[in-house]
């Protein structure tokens, strides 16, 4: 009796004990920045103006990525997509950081696009580089943003995207989106768009931790050139970690 009491005690106080934990490896502060990772589900996965899902299709997104204290960053996304396989991957790094005491922000990098379940003689993959600045003036946060690739999707040639944003406060839990791009090719037959204008106005808000939009977005292509509508609703709902 004596031994299973004190195997009874033994086992009580056991339970009791805070488990340890070992310590990490390696933490953030060793790496002198910070990881973070995001998930997204959206209605339709546009991509400057161009459904990149199908007709109505939702997707599913995911990314992660590291910011050094230095402010440089890495970092991969991705994409479920019916076209060419049926996964966008992009790999990408830079740095941002602020120009000074000025408030504007610089932000400069390149990102590659990448679709590993396509056929390499579909030549979808391209490398781009991208600087952008960004100011907050209080009532009103605005960004302009130029992109170039030596050769653009399917061997389409130089082509350079411009793009401005707008985003606007609207009372304590709304914020209004405002976005215009405008996208040059070199070569529109082999692209199989003409150069293009597209637009988002959007509304963004968080519930229970979540960032959630809600957008109509489209552009000035002919509509035998529009994937669906040129013009539709988009909704998107996303949380970061």
């Not at 109509?216 to 529009?226: E, I, K, R, S, V």
Request: proline letters at 2%.
């Amino acid at each position: 009796m004596k031994a299973r009491f004190l195997i009874a005690l033994a086992a009580a106080m056991i339970g009791l004990a805070p488990i340890a934990h070992a310590d990490e490896l390696l933490s953030e502060k060793d790496v002198g920045g910070k990881f973070s990772a995001n998930v997204a589900l959206t209605t339709e996965y546009f991509f400057r103006g161009i459904s990149q899902s199908g007709d109505g299709n939702p997707a599913i997104q995911g990314g992660f990525d590291f910011a050094h204290n230095s402010g440089v960053y890495l970092g991969t996304w991705a994409s479920s997509i019916n076209f060419g396989g049926n996964i966008e991957t992009d790999f990408y790094g830079g740095w941002s950081g602020d120009l000074g005491d000025s408030g504007v922000g610089l932000d400069v990098g390149v990102i590659y696009y990448h679709y590993p379940s396509a056929s390499s003689s579909d030549d979808l993959d391209f490398w781009e580089g991208y600087v952008g600045v960004s100011k907050d003036f209080g009532v009103a946060s605005a960004g302009l943003k130029v992109s170039y690739s030596p050769n653009y999707t399917i061997d389409s040639g130089d082509a350079v995207y411009l793009d401005g944003t707008v985003d606007v406060p609207v009372g304590k839990y709304f914020t209004v989106n405002l976005h215009g791009g405008y996208q040059w090719v070199d070569d529109n037959a082999a692209f199989g768009f003409d150069d293009y204008f597209d637009y988002l106005i959007g509304l963004s808000f968080q519930v229970f931790g979540f960032d959630m939009q809600v957008a109509w977005l489209g552009t000035d292509l002919p509509d035998d050139q529009c994937i669906g509508d040129c013009d539709r609703l988009m909704a998107m709902m996303s949380r970061s970690f």
